[in-house]
């Protein structure tokens, strides 16, 4: 993904909706830049946000942006105040706020402006004719309507769909009860579908892998065979196995769907992916690893695995050797 170069308000406000992979509403993000070793770092808050100033200050301190850009979709008062308490967080935290901005209906006001620089009807913009825009969707990004379409997104398929799954998983659970497999056949399983392309997995194929999943070993298979360079279509394979497995069988397919998204920069797609891992097994450890990964902001490109197939055979053998 080309990272988007942002150079004013109205390139931050055509830019936003393709960092979260939503429009925002109700919402005050904050965009940390001008950092050593990082990127770009967007977050977005919930309105009223004031309570969250510190921790976000925090993070963006920590993980060393020097500047930032705060945009905020709501109303006036609401934003302002949140705002407000953001802005003088990052100055405590020695992070400069180059530009706040309101943004409604077609419309900008700076929140930094202490004269007339700014019309009292706003700054009308067209986010369609931004270059920002052009390039993000030369790249392939998609923006869904809102953040409710994105969380959709990763909700079980129901109708005829979800009563064949329901069949095809009782099937995997007889399979794996009446004729357990080897630990190689059900490797050799794994790898064969993760590198097929073409057709998507059939129901038993799909349900077997969420049943397999459940053992850590061939979790981690599936893991590190994620192309943490090109994701894209380990995103669209692990959401299509979400949206088909299960419930019980959710939380491994949906936080290797967590970490092809972060992987690609869409922190909006992990967190709703995290959410699903979550919801279905609040202690799943991969899922509550990625959270507190995401919380403290650590970047993409620090949480690459670099580990071959090799290495975690020689990982687990090992751990499985007597000592």
Same mark, same amino acid.
């Given at each position: 993904?080309?990272?988007?170069?942002?150079?004013?308000?109205?390139?931050?406000?055509?830019?936003?909706?393709?960092?979260?992979?939503?429009h925002?509403?109700?919402?005050?993000?904050?965009i940390?830049?001008?950092?050593?070793?990082?990127?770009?770092?967007?977050?977005?808050?919930?309105?009223?946000?004031?309570?969250?100033?510190?921790?976000?200050?925090?993070?963006?301190?920590?993980?060393?942006?020097?500047?930032?850009?705060?945009?905020?979709?709501?109303?006036d008062?609401?934003? !302002?105040?949140?705002?407000? =308490?953001? +802005? /003088?967080? @990052?100055d405590? $935290?020695?992070?400069?706020?180059a530009?706040? &901005? *309101?943004?409604?209906?077609?419309?900008?006001?700076?929140?930094?402006?202490?004269?007339?620089?700014?019309?009292?009807?706003g700054?009308?913009?067209?986010?369609?004719?931004?270059?920002?825009?052009?390039?993000?969707?030369?790249? !392939?990004?998609?923006?869904? =309507?809102? +953040? /409710?379409? @994105?969380?959709? $997104?990763?909700?079980?398929?129901?109708?005829? &769909? *979800?009563?064949?799954?329901?069949?095809?998983?009782?099937?995997?659970?007889?399979?794996?009860?009446?004729?357990?497999?080897?630990?190689?056949?059900?490797?050799?399983?794994?790898?064969?579908?993760?590198?097929?392309?073409?057709?998507?997995?059939?129901?038993?194929?799909?349900?077997?892998?969420?049943?397999?999943?459940?053992?850590?070993?061939?979790?981690?298979?599936?893991?590190?065979?994620?192309?943490?360079?090109?994701?894209?279509?380990?995103?669209?394979?692990?959401?299509?196995?979400?949206?088909r497995?299960?419930?019980?069988?959710?939380?491994?397919?949906?936080?290797?769907?967590?970490?092809?998204?972060?992987?690609?920069?869409?922190?909006?797609?992990?967190?709703?992916a995290?959410?699903?891992?979550?919801?279905?097994?609040?202690?799943?450890?991969?899922?509550?690893?990625?959270?507190?990964?995401?919380?403290?902001?650590?970047?993409?490109?620090?949480?690459?695995?670099?580990?071959?197939?090799?290495?975690?055979?020689?990982?687990?053998?090992?751990?499985?050797?007597?000592?």
């Amino acid at each position: 993904m080309t990272a988007l170069v942002i150079r004013s308000a109205q390139d931050a406000i055509a830019a936003v909706p393709y960092l979260l992979g939503f429009h925002p509403s109700r919402s005050l993000v904050v965009i940390g830049f001008e950092s050593a070793v990082n990127g770009t770092c967007a977050i977005r808050l919930d309105l009223p946000s004031s309570e969250a100033a510190e921790r976000v200050a925090a993070l963006l301190a920590g993980n060393g942006f020097r500047r930032s850009l705060l945009l905020g979709y709501g109303p006036d008062g609401e934003v !302002g105040e949140s705002a407000a =308490a953001v +802005r /003088a967080a @990052l100055d405590c $935290s020695g992070v400069s706020v180059a530009e706040a &901005v *309101r943004v409604a209906d077609g419309r900008w006001w700076s929140l930094t402006c202490s004269d007339d620089c700014c019309p009292p009807e706003g700054v009308p913009y067209d986010s369609s004719a931004s270059v920002v825009a052009a390039q993000a969707t030369f790249d !392939g990004q998609v923006v869904l =309507a809102d +953040r /409710a379409e @994105l969380v959709r $997104s990763v909700q079980p398929l129901d109708g005829p &769909v *979800r009563a064949a799954m329901r069949a095809a998983t009782e099937r995997a659970e007889t399979r794996l009860l009446s004729r357990p497999e080897t630990p190689g056949e059900g490797l050799a399983f794994v790898h064969a579908l993760l590198a097929r392309t073409g057709a998507p997995p059939t129901d038993d194929e799909a349900a077997w892998l969420g049943v397999l999943l459940t053992d850590l070993r061939f979790r981690d298979e599936a893991w590190i065979r994620i192309d943490e360079d090109a994701p894209a279509a380990d995103i669209a394979f692990w959401r299509d196995i979400v949206r088909r497995v299960e419930e019980p069988y959710v939380p491994a397919p949906a936080s290797l769907l967590a970490f092809a998204a972060y992987a690609a920069g869409d922190g909006g797609l992990a967190n709703v992916a995290l959410e699903r891992a979550l919801d279905a097994d609040p202690a799943y450890s991969m899922a509550v690893i990625l959270r507190e990964v995401i919380n403290v902001g650590i970047p993409p490109s620090k949480l690459r695995l670099r580990m071959t197939p090799d290495q975690l055979a020689t990982a687990y053998y090992n751990q499985q050797r007597p000592a």
